[in-house]
């Protein structure tokens, strides 16, 4: 089906892939019974207040890898093409500060930059 997830489960690392979603019981369900995560690539753009079913906000995109037992957090579906209403960078400036609010783990790779888990993990901020 069209915009659906992925748990994807290694010989070492379990991933999650998430596709447009809004936020809901479904992370928690979904942690529960796959988690933990080892990395969980999460969308974090292209939102509206009113189109909560379709996308997230950053915090809630945030709170979505807490709820999945992530140990590490790469916000996607932002960066590359503007569709929201938002301005460009403010998805990746507000999941930046919900994250160090909670202590949350977070990857700011440049698109296509590659992340190894067990390895840093990039964080620039390449947007600025």
């Not at 992925?6 to 991933?15: A, E, M, T």
């Not at 932002?78 to 507000?94: M, V």
């Not at 949350?104 to 390895?119: F, M, N, R, Y």
Request: glycine share 8%; aromatic share 14%.
């Amino acid at each position: 089906s069209l915009w659906c997830s992925w748990v994807i489960r290694g010989k070492k690392d379990n991933l999650f892939f998430g596709g447009d979603s809004g936020y809901d019981k479904s992370f928690k369900e979904i942690g529960a019974k796959y988690g933990p995560f080892d990395f969980a690539m999460v969308e974090c753009g292209q939102y509206d207040v009113q189109w909560p079913d379709i996308h997230m906000m950053p915090e809630e995109t945030v709170q979505a890898n807490i709820d999945l037992k992530s140990k590490l957090l790469m916000p996607i579906h932002w960066g590359a093409f503007k569709l929201g209403l938002h301005d460009w960078k403010e998805p990746i400036e507000r999941a930046l500060k919900k994250a160090k609010a909670l202590q949350v783990s977070l990857a700011t790779p440049k698109i296509g930059e590659p992340i190894i888990l067990g390895d840093s993990f990039p964080v620039s901020r390449w947007w600025e």
